[in-house]
């Protein structure tokens, strides 16, 4: 009988171990209180509307569209921060063969404290897929950014941050060295820069309450995730590096109302390591993705529908007050 009960708690133990790795359970409760302070959702909004009337085509070849978005993120950026910065590269185009420069925006903000020298790094993309204005990807994410640029000034984080518009994240770009994430990433480590944890944005402005319209890569998740698309996600691998980082679960889920959600697993599982965060990555840095987890609830992922008006900026602003209070925060 010993024996049977040992047994039979490992075949528990083993499948229990794995989704707590996985889901990364919180004992938060999820507060019912909408806590949102310093993030205001007409800000979000009214830059989502600006940047895609103005920057409307943002693919790799158009680089003067590129270098104007670029312009007006610095722009923004400077009037809240005293140091705000191109990173230039060159690219050549995978197709024609051409050569272009691109730019990565940073601005920094210096902490309260000292933070052992370690920085955050809040970062999204700014260029967007096959000419269309990219509402969700990922005009959502640079909304964000110029809203915490903003609260910044007035309300310093714990630490220095780095806050990072990238650029060529998009196709043919994703997955190579060229990747403006990539390129920061690397010039971190040749500093010797120490980072504390890197939050990477990418599309955060669609929800849906509809029953059905979440979906996930495999069928096993629908156990453990809900159906509907109504949360916001924080992505992770399963590294040593990243693996600890359910404080920013619990966190968002004491700081607003949106419900929240965690998964950290191998990158071999579609979705994990499909943006910015993965090139930090590949340097030991800890990085997590918060995204609402694009195509797998969005139709309008890379298409013409991806537009402002099918956006929620209140929810928004809750997935930023959470990023915000993150950083804010004593551990």
């Known amino acids: ?4 009960l040992s047994f039979l708690a490992i075949i528990l133990l083993v499948p229990f171990t794995i989704w707590f790795m ?7 409760t999820q507060t019912s209180k909408d806590k949102t302070t310093y993030i205001k959702a007409e800000n979000l909004k009214k830059q989502v509307y600006t940047i895609v009337e103005k920057f409307n085509d943002r693919g790799y070849t158009n680089t003067q569209m590129l270098d104007h978005t670029a312009a007006y993120i610095y722009e ?3 009037r809240y921060s005293d140091n705000v910065s191109y990173q230039t590269f060159e690219a050549q185009d995978p ?7 691109y730019k990565n925006v940073i601005a920094k903000f210096k902490g309260r404290k000292q933070c052992n020298d370690e920085i955050y790094v809040i970062g999204g993309h700014y260029d967007t897929f096959g000419g269309f204005v990219g509402a969700n990807d990922n005009t959502s994410a640079v909304a964000g950014l110029m809203e915490l640029a903003r609260v910044f000034k007035d309300n310093p984080p714990k630490c220095n941050v780095q806050i990072v518009a990238y650029t060529l ?4 770009f994703f997955r190579t060295q060229k990747m403006g994430s990539y390129i920061h990433a690397e010039s971190l480590k040749k500093s010797h820069q120490k980072v504390k944890l890197v939050i990477a944005l990418d599309m955060i402005g669609f929800f849906s309450d509809a ?3 979440q979906g996930y890569p495999v069928s096993v998740m629908d156990l453990y995730y809900p159906s509907r698309a109504n949360y916001i996600s924080i992505v992770s691998n399963l590294s040593l590096t990243n693996i600890g980082h359910s404080r920013v679960k619990s966190v968002f889920k004491q700081t607003t109302d949106l419900p929240v959600y965690s998964i950290n697993a191998f990158a071999f599982l579609p979705g994990i390591d499909f943006s910015d965060h993965h090139n930090y990555w590949k ?3 800890p990085a997590l993705l918060v995204s609402d987890t694009a195509f797998y609830r969005s139709k309008n992922y890379h298409t013409m529908n991806d537009t402002p008006d099918t956006l929620d900026y209140v929810k ?8 915000f209070t993150v950083v804010q925060k004593e551990d």
């Open 1 to 4: 009988m010993k024996t049977f």
């Open 22 to 28: 996985v889901a990364q359970p919180t004992f938060v």
């Open 76 to 78: 923004v950026f400077s």
């Open 95 to 101: 197709v024609g063969d051409e050569t272009r420069e």
């Open 169 to 172: 994240e998009e196709p043919p």
């Open 211 to 213: 029953e059905g319209s």
């Open 283 to 285: 340097f030991d840095y």
């Open 316 to 323: 928004m602003a809750k997935v930023l007050e959470g990023v």
